[in-house]
């Protein structure tokens, strides 16, 4: 099973490798004072849906927000390089032990700042719930 944790650590990972050292990568809160050129990774939603049995489907969506840094105009060809780069390094990410793929590939410019979405999908098999054996039976029997 694939945690949330270790799949937003993946797709930061795959972002550092991309791009190197020279920005910053933040998750969960972007605060007021980060320095760009920076990228945040924010889950948006997750659904979860039950197969049959004891598996589950889930689909894990996030918007991997890019801020380029403030002394230069974001020009769009700055924004779809970054896009581009993007695309293709985020294909595959490394979350714990499992290699995932990315579908639903999209991304847009709001504001100046480039919106990547994209989503992730894990299989879940929840264990089946121990009952402890019993220790001892004492059983009395009579036949005729």
């Given at each position: 099973?694939?945690?949330?944790?270790?799949?937003?650590?993946?797709?930061?990972?795959?972002?550092?490798?991309?791009?190197?050292?020279?920005?910053?990568?933040?998750?969960?809160?972007?605060?007021?004072?980060?320095?760009?050129?920076?990228?945040?990774?924010?889950?948006?939603?997750?659904?979860h849906?039950?197969?049959?049995?004891?598996?589950?489907?889930?689909?894990?969506?996030?918007?991997?927000?890019?801020?380029?840094?403030?002394?230069?105009?974001?020009?769009?060809?700055?924004?779809?390089?970054?896009?581009?780069?993007?695309?293709m390094?985020?294909?595959?990410?490394?979350?714990?032990d499992?290699?995932?793929?990315?579908?639903?590939?999209?991304?847009?410019?709001?504001?100046?700042?480039?919106?990547?979405?994209?989503?992730?999908?894990?299989?879940?098999?929840?264990?089946?719930?121990?009952?402890?054996?019993?220790?001892?039976?004492?059983?009395?029997?009579?036949?005729?």
């Amino acid at each position: 099973m694939v945690s949330s944790k270790e799949l937003a650590e993946g797709i930061i990972s795959q972002l550092y490798q991309t791009f190197g050292g020279e920005y910053e990568y933040h998750r969960d809160e972007l605060e007021q004072d980060f320095s760009a050129p920076a990228f945040w990774v924010h889950k948006t939603s997750t659904t979860h849906e039950h197969i049959v049995g004891r598996r589950y489907f889930q689909t894990h969506n996030y918007d991997i927000q890019y801020f380029p840094a403030a002394d230069r105009s974001a020009s769009t060809d700055e924004l779809d390089e970054v896009a581009d780069a993007l695309t293709m390094s985020m294909e595959y990410v490394d979350a714990g032990d499992v290699k995932l793929r990315a579908h639903d590939v999209s991304y847009q410019v709001e504001d100046g700042v480039l919106h990547f979405f994209v989503s992730y999908d894990t299989w879940i098999w929840k264990e089946k719930e121990r009952v402890p054996f019993m220790e001892t039976l004492t059983q009395i029997q009579h036949t005729r």
